[in-house]
């Protein structure tokens, strides 16, 4: 599954790596692409009780870290059903 957050981050990273590899993805974003700290911790949250969260990193919908795309300012939660990020609030 291509990641659509393009964040080319591999997939097959040890976890301790994983983590501090996307630590320094969203660290260099650009200040104008990213959300602030209480949206993206807002989006965390509903992505950490999803059932489609795959070992606490990855969503099943689109195959991106959620770290990553959850910080990203024009992305959105992939669920088919509904964009949680917009409508549970």
């Given at each position: 599954m291509?990641k659509?957050?393009?964040?080319?981050i591999?997939?097959?990273?040890?976890e301790?790596m994983?983590?501090?590899?996307i630590?320094?993805?969203?660290a260099?974003?650009p200040?104008?692409?990213v959300?602030?700290?209480?949206?993206?911790?807002?989006?965390?949250?509903?992505?950490?009780i999803?059932?489609d969260l795959a070992?606490?990193?990855?969503?099943?919908?689109?195959?991106?870290?959620?770290?990553?795309?959850?910080?990203?300012?024009?992305?959105?939660?992939?669920?088919?059903?509904?964009?949680k990020?917009?409508?549970?609030?």
């Amino acid at each position: 599954m291509e990641k659509i957050c393009n964040c080319k981050i591999p997939a097959n990273l040890q976890e301790d790596m994983m983590t501090e590899s996307i630590a320094a993805y969203v660290a260099s974003l650009p200040k104008e692409d990213v959300v602030d700290d209480a949206e993206y911790e807002r989006r965390l949250n509903i992505c950490s009780i999803c059932v489609d969260l795959a070992g606490g990193l990855t969503c099943s919908h689109c195959g991106c870290f959620v770290l990553a795309r959850a910080r990203k300012r024009q992305m959105y939660c992939p669920m088919p059903e509904r964009d949680k990020w917009k409508y549970d609030m």
